[in-house]
């Protein structure tokens, strides 16, 4: 019963432009919401993170908004590099507990 | 400041045989998690702890067992490994103040069962 979910197993785009991942969720008492970036043999890194009382927190190059009528959250990064090749997991939180979606793989062409 | 260390890095277990997977944190996080992700799947969590000598069952704990001794510690016990449990293993701590803290990663423990 999966309560974050990515759709989007993986995404290509070219050095330069902007790179979209999405995120959606079901549960609505979800308060907060953050995205981590995950090398290979690495432990994932926290990225950035919105409130649910917010939706859009932008820090250098990524921005996420939240759309909570549709139950949606989005990463954007513009420009991307090829560094940014990660994969990317949006994570929902509610008490104690954190969520993760299933990952998208994002390669980012040079 | 080494964060959350996770040792082993890699390990092969044979069907029936137990192991701890060790966490250790240096960074004061009340919160520790321990969190299973296999292939093409979320991470997704085993046991959790909001503090030395409380714990609490996550989404899949069955077939392992924590203990929270001190601040700094969650080791994960594996008693009877089943292929089932073949899976990196993520270790993750959190501060206790507010729900907006993130998680802080180790590099994960790979475990194989054969």
């Known amino acids: 019963d999966q309560q974050v979910k990515q759709n989007s197993p993986s995404l290509s785009v070219q050095e330069g432009r902007i790179s979209i991942l999405n995120c959606d969720y079901t549960n609505s008492m979800f308060d907060y919401f953050l995205w981590y970036k995950k090398y290979p043999a690495e432990g994932p890194t926290f990225l950035i993170s919105?409130?649910?009382?917010?939706d859009k927190n932008e820090d250098g190059r990524f921005t996420v908004f939240l759309n909570k009528s549709a139950k949606h959250l989005s990463l954007h990064i513009v420009p991307s590099q090829p560094g940014d090749s990660a994969v990317y997991f949006c994570?929902?939180?509610?008490?104690?507990?954190?969520?993760f979606g299933t990952g998208t793989s994002l390669t980012v062409i040079p | 400041n080494a964060g959350v260390t996770q040792t082993p890095k890699f390990r092969i277990l044979k069907i029936g045989q137990s192991m701890t997977l060790q966490c250790t944190q240096d960074m004061n996080h009340n919160y520790m998690y321990w969190y299973r992700q296999d292939p093409g799947m979320g991470l997704k969590l085993i046991y959790y702890s909001v503090g030395a000598g409380i714990t609490d069952k996550g989404e899949v704990p069955n077939g392992y067992n924590v203990s929270r001794s001190t601040t700094e510690d969650f080791p994960l016990r594996l008693e009877l490994a089943a292929p089932s449990q073949t899976s990196v293993y993520f270790c993750?701590?959190?501060?206790?103040?507010?729900?907006?803290?993130?998680?802080?990663f180790g590099d994960g423990t790979r475990l194989s069962i054969l």
């Open positions: 993750a701590g959190r501060q206790a103040l507010g729900s907006n803290q993130p998680q802080h």
């Open positions: 994570a929902a939180v509610t008490g104690n507990q954190f969520y």
């Open positions: 919105i409130s649910s009382i917010k």
